[in-house]
């Protein structure tokens, strides 16, 4: 004797299917969204103002935006500008001016680079980037080398 309307065989086929797909689909989105090429970003900035050569002070450091990564303009005690990506070479914390050390200094695990960007201890394993500064008119310009 058949009842009228779906079975209890053919309903558990039909959920089991539905849980099949289910299954497949959680495990396919995310390998398809993985290999999705990521949407554009910001253009790479080239150039950019830090800042007012007004307000920089000799023995001093300002980090900045460069466009998406920090960068650090470094004033000497001789006054001279030098700029490079803030970005440590070790493991990517944000590195800092230490004027009582005239020194770049990476807090996270005690680096340590001149003033010309060169790594000098701690384990950093390489010089940080370094930008080229020029001041036109009032603007302290960072650039890409
Ligand atoms: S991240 Fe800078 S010293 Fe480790």
């Not at 959680?26 to 969204?33: D, G, H, K, L, T």
């Not at 900035?45 to 920089?56: E, F, G, M, P, W």
């Not at 803030?86 to 680079?113: E, S």
Request: net charge positive; charged share 20%.
């Amino acid at each position: 004797m058949t009842e009228p309307g779906i079975s209890r065989r053919s309903f558990l086929d039909r959920l089991l299917g539905l849980g099949v797909l289910a299954w497949l689909g959680s495990v396919i989105y995310p390998v398809v969204e993985y290999f999705k090429t990521p949407p554009q970003g910001e253009a790479e900035v080239t150039s950019v103002v830090a800042t007012k050569i007004q307000s920089v002070k000799p023995n001093s450091g300002l980090v900045f935006r460069f466009g998406r990564e920090p960068a650090i303009l470094v004033s000497g005690p001789d006054g001279k500008l030098r700029a490079f990506s803030a970005t440590c070479t070790h493991l990517q914390c944000t590195v800092q001016y230490r004027n009582d050390l005239q020194k770049i200094y990476c807090a996270c695990h005690n680096g340590m680079y001149d003033l010309n960007g060169r790594n000098l201890a701690g384990p950093p394993p390489r010089p940080l980037t370094e930008f080229q500064v020029t001041v036109k008119g009032d603007d302290v310009v960072v650039s890409r080398t």
